[in-house]
């Protein structure tokens, strides 16, 4: 009930974003601008946006298994999880993924709990990184402050558990379900022996290439393909409310989320609204079809029912 309650509220915010822009854009000049963009260079980002979204973040959830699981089922896993997302509230795709990955790597639910953990405050991390590069080029921090509460607040959960292990290990044992202590208490291992220099480098270095592509595609997408004039700074700040709209799960395939945070960047940088907006949907049709394309692959490989079914939650602890 409470999901189906998160997506009406989605899908509500969705149809607002819809009404408020068929209210205020001229959508003419919008398809003017959509059909200018020559399909040579939108094929070019595709395939950009295609080696992100698919062999780079493969390489890296494979090196986070230390490639103790076959090649494919973490392509499944990671396929099927990211095609969920754009369906399901909350991100139940990564449910799916952890139960998937489960059957295919030793060390079970707790493990990947880990290694999906490490996944996500990688990417927590890259864009505080680039909230703060944006911010600091252009003269304003401002906006850094929520992430770098959030970021900070993992960082300091990890310092605890790196610094007093033990006594965590003691405080989950007072918990009244067994099987539930225990399975914290083997993320809690996990992550605290884990966490050193070189897998902190390392991880970096895996995420890294992610995040700086997104960059590079939407300045093909912007500056390459519909001419707009932005700085280097500019085009950094852009590309940063952009994907902190994509990956905020406020409706389904953040929809509306992404083209409004886009295009606010855009015009407060003196853009025209209708090009932004053209920008911001070829930019978010580029995001979600490699997504989609191994999206399916990976429903076909599962089965439909059998991964609605994973996209309920993760196996029991």
Known sequence: MRRLVVLAAQLALLAACVLYALDTFDFTRVGQALTGVPAWKLALALLAQCAIAVPLSLVRLLALCRFETPWAAALTAQSLGQFLNLLLPAKLGEAAKMALMTKSLPGGLARITEIVFWERFADLNALLALVLASGALLGGLGLAAPVAVVVGGFWGAIAVLKLWGGQVDRLLTLLPWPRLAAFLSGVARAVRVRLGFSFALGLALLTLPLWAGQVLVHGLVLGWGLGLSLSAPQLLAVATAGLAGLVTPATPGSVGVYEAAL??????????????LAGALLLHAISVAPV?????????????????????GAPAA
């Open 263 to 276: 295009v606010a960047a855009l015009a407060a940088f003196g853009q025209p609204r209708e090009e932004a």
């Open 292 to 312: 989609l394309l191994v999206g399916v692959w990976a429903m076909a490989r599962v089965g439909f029912r059998a991964a609605l079914g994973l996209g309920r």
